[in-house]
C-alpha cells in the first residue's frame, strides 16, 4: 500500500474561529474547519449551512437563455416536435427526463435520443442526426453535448431544423453555428456560477421557462409545473458527474437530497427499492455509489434509453421491471469491470517498471463502456493520469483521469492532431484515436505528464481538515460536522487526524478484501475500520508491543452510526501510521 504524505492544516485562527462558532451555534472546532475553507464571516457561513433555494441566481442571466426559451415557447405554440438528444451518462440522462417532463407538463410534443455508446459514440452524430430529421422534428435540443459539434449542428441546420445546444463543457474557440448555446463557460457569460453540469443547466432552462410562460399568463386556470419536484433528478446527476458541491451547486444538492428521499417518482421509488435505499434517508454517498450505477450501467452496456424510460414512467409496475433491468445490467457490469481492472493492473505494472508520470494502457476487447471507472481505480493506486483505451478493429475509444497539477483537457489539446475526437474538463477526458497512432500519443502525453508533473505531485495526499485529541471527538461535533453536508467533489468529508493512540489491529477478511480494523485502547466504544487497508500496518502477531498493541497516527472521517438500535461513533480510516516517535 502506497504511503501517503499527511498535510496538516494551518493554525487554527482562533481569533475569528470563536466569534463565527457562537454567532452560528456550532462548536469552535468546526469554525476552524469553515475557515480553512474560506467560509470567513457570518453571512457566508449561514448562505452554506442553510443553502437556501431562494438564493438560487436568476437564470435568465445565462447568456442565450432568453433566446433559448423564446424560441421553446415558439414550438409550444406552433405545436412543433422537439426531439432532445442527450448523452448516455447519468448527467445526459437526468437533464434530457427533466426537459422531457417539464416540456410534456406544458403541452408539448416531445422525443427524446440518447445514442447507443458502442455503435455511435459520444455526442451529436450524422446519422442520429438524418433520423431525427425524418421524425419531423423542427427543433433540437442537446444537452450535455453538442459544444464540440460543429459539422453535425451544420447539417442539423441545412435538414431544417433550429438547434439549441445545452452544455456545459469546455467551451472551444470557435463554437458551432448553432441557433442559441446555454454554456455558464462561454466568454462574456454573466450567469455567476460556471460550475453547473447538464442537469443543472437545463433546471435552469425550465425556471426561466415557467417564469416566461407565467408572466405570459399560461397558468391563469392552474396546472403551473412545480419545480421543486425535479430537484431528485438534478441532485442524482450533480452527484455522479463529480462537479464541485458548492454555490448552486450546493443549494441543488442539499434540496434534491430531501426530494430524493421523500421522492414519489416511480422510478425513483423502483430505483432505490432495487438498491436496498428505500427506507434509508439519502446522502451524496449512496446516490454516487448505489443509484448512479445504477442509471449508469445501462449506458455502458446496451441503451442508456432505458434510464430515460425509467425516470420518466407513470406506471409502477414498468418502473419495477425497467429498475430490475437496469441492477441486472449493473451486475454484468461489475463482473465485466472486474475483468479489464485485472488486465489494466497487469499492463500498469509492467509499465511502472520504468516509472512513467503517465500510464497510457490499451487492449483488444476491453469494454469501452466501464474504462473510465477502472481508469479512476488506477489513478488512485498509482497517482498519476491513466489513458484506457478499449480497441476495436484499429480504433481505440478512451478514458481518461487525472491528478492534481495536470489539466486533461488542455493536454489533450496538445495532442489533438492523433485524434479522430476528444473532450473533456479538467479532471475526465474521452479519446477515440486510430491504433496505429496509439504509441506516438503514449510518448507524447508520457511527455508531457513529465513537463507538467513534479515527483512531488506524484505522492499521494491525505489533507487533514483539523487536528484534535481523541477526548474532544464526542457526539456533539460529529453531528455538527454532519452539517457541513452534503459532502463530494468541492466539499470534501471533512478529514480529523489524531496522534500517538494506543490501539490494537485487526485484519478482518472477505471474499474479495482485506480491511483493517482498530479497538483505541482509550476510546473503545467507537468502531473504527479502513476497508482495503490491512497492510497499513504490521499484523498483531508482528508486533513488539504487549498484547499486540502499537501506537498510531491515524487520520478519518466521523460519522454517527446505528446499528440495532445502538448508536456508535465509526471513524472511517482515509490514512494511518505507526507514531514516528515510536518507529525511531
Known amino acids: 500500500m502506497t504511503e501517503r504524505h499527511w498535510v496538516w492544516p494551518e493554525p ?342 520504468r516509472k512513467p508520470k503517465a500510464l497510457v494502457l490499451a487492449k483488444e476487447g476491453w469494454h469501452a463502456g466501464v474504462i473510465g471507472i477502472v481508469a479512476s481505480r488506477l489513478v488512485d493506486t498509482y497517482h498519476r493520469p491513466v489513458v484506457m483505451l478499449a480497441l476495436n478493429e484499429g480504433v481505440g475509444k478512451g478514458s481518461a483521469r487525472s491528478v492534481e497539477g495536470l489539466h486533461l483537457f488542455e493536454t489533450l489539446s496538445r495532442c489533438a492532431e492523433l485524434f479522430e475526437r476528444f473532450g473533456g474538463h479538467h479532471h475526465a477526458a474521452g479519446v477515440t484515436l486510430q491504433e496505429k497512432y496509439l504509441l506516438d500519443f503514449e510518448q507524447k502525453f508520457e511527455a508531457l505528464a513529465e513537463e507538467c508533473l513534479s515527483e512531488e505531485a506524484l505522492i499521494p495526499r491525505c489533507r487533514i481538515d483539523l487536528s484534535l485529541a481523541l477526548k474532544q471527538l464526542n457526539e456533539e461535533l460529529v453531528n455538527a460536522i454532519a452539517l457541513l453536508a452534503p459532502f463530494g467533489a468541492g466539499n470534501p468529508e471533512p478529514v480529523l487526524a489524531v496522534t500517538d493512540i494506543r490501539a490494537t489491529p485487526h485484519i478482518v477478511r472477505t471474499a474479495k478484501a482485506a480491511h483493517l480494523k482498530l479497538k483505541l485502547l482509550d476510546a473503545p466504544h467507537m468502531d473504527v475500520i479502513g476497508f482495503n487497508m490491512a497492510e497499513a500496518l504490521p499484523t498483531p502477531e508482528n508486533l513488539p508491543a504487549p498484547r499486540g498493541t502499537t501506537n498510531v497516527d491515524i487520520a478519518f472521517c466521523a460519522e454517527m452510526s446505528t446499528w440495532n438500535g445502538r448508536t456508535t461513533t465509526c471513524l472511517k480510516l482515509r490514512a494511518v501510521r505507526p507514531t514516528k516517535a515510536q518507529a525511531t
Open 12 to 353: 487554527p485562527a482562533d481569533e475569528r474561529a470563536e466569534p463565527l462558532a457562537k454567532a452560528l451555534k456550532l462548536p469552535p472546532l468546526v469554525a476552524q474547519i469553515l475557515l480553512r475553507r474560506n467560509i470567513v464571516d457570518e453571512q457566508s457561513a449561514f448562505q452554506f449551512l442553510h443553502a437556501s433555494l431562494g438564493e438560487l441566481p436568476d437564470p435568465r442571466q445565462m447568456d442565450g437563455m432568453p433566446q433559448a426559451t423564446e424560441r421553446l415557447v415558439l414550438a409550444l405554440a406552433r405545436k412543433e416536435k422537439i426531439t432532445l438528444f442527450g448523452d448516455y451518462d447519468v448527467d445526459g440522462v437526468c437533464s434530457t427526463s427533466i426537459l422531457k417532463l417539464f416540456l410534456e407538463a406544458l403541452g408539448a410534443q416531445v422525443d427524446s435520443y440518447i445514442p447507443h455508446r458502442l455503435n455511435e459514440g459520444y455526442g451529436l452524430n450524422l446519422g442520429a442526426i438524418a433520423r431525427i430529421a425524418q421524425r419531423g422534428t423542427s427543433l433540437l435540443v442537446t444537452l450535455d453535448c453538442g459544444i464540440s459539434a460543429h459539422e453535425e449542428v451544420f447539417h442539423a441546420r441545412k435538414l431544417g431544423m433550429d438547434v439549441v445546444i445545452v452544455d456545459h463543457h469546455v467551451v472551444p474557440k470557435a463554437l458551432p453555428e448553432a441557433n442559441v448555446i446555454l454554456n455558464p463557460l462561454k466568454p462574456g457569460c454573466l450567469y455567476p456560477d460556471k460550475n453547473l453540469c447538464a442537469a443543472g443547466l437545463s433546471f435552469a432552462l425550465c425556471m426561466a421557462l415557467r417564469k416566461h410562460v407565467r408572466e405570459a399568463g399560461w397558468f391563469s386556470s392552474g396546472g403551473e409545473p412545480h419545480l421543486k419536484s425535479f430537484l431528485d433528478l438534478v441532485a442524482l446527476a450533480t452527484i455522479a458527474d463529480v462537479v464541485p458541491l458548492k454555490g448552486v451547486n450546493r443549494i441543488l444538492v442539499r434540496h434534491g437530497l430531501e426530494e430524493l428521499s421523500r421522492s414519489k417518482r416511480y422510478g425513483i421509488c423502483a430505483l432505490k427499492e432495487v438498491s436496498a435505499l428505500s427506507d434509508k434517508a439519502l446522502t451524496a454517498g449512496r446516490v454516487a455509489f448505489q443509484l448512479a450505477p445504477r442509471i449508469n450501467a445501462a449506458g455502458r452496456l446496451d441503451d442508456a434509453d432505458l434510464g430515460i424510460r425509467l425516470l420518466c414512467s407513470k406506471n409502477p409496475s414498468e418502473a419495477q421491471r425497467l429498475a430490475r433491468l437496469l441492477d441486472e445490467a449493473n451486475n454484468e457490469r461489475r463482473a465485466i469491470e472486474q475483468a479489464v481492472e485485472e488486465e489494466a493492473r497487469a499492463l500498469a505494472e509492467a509499465k511502472m517498471t
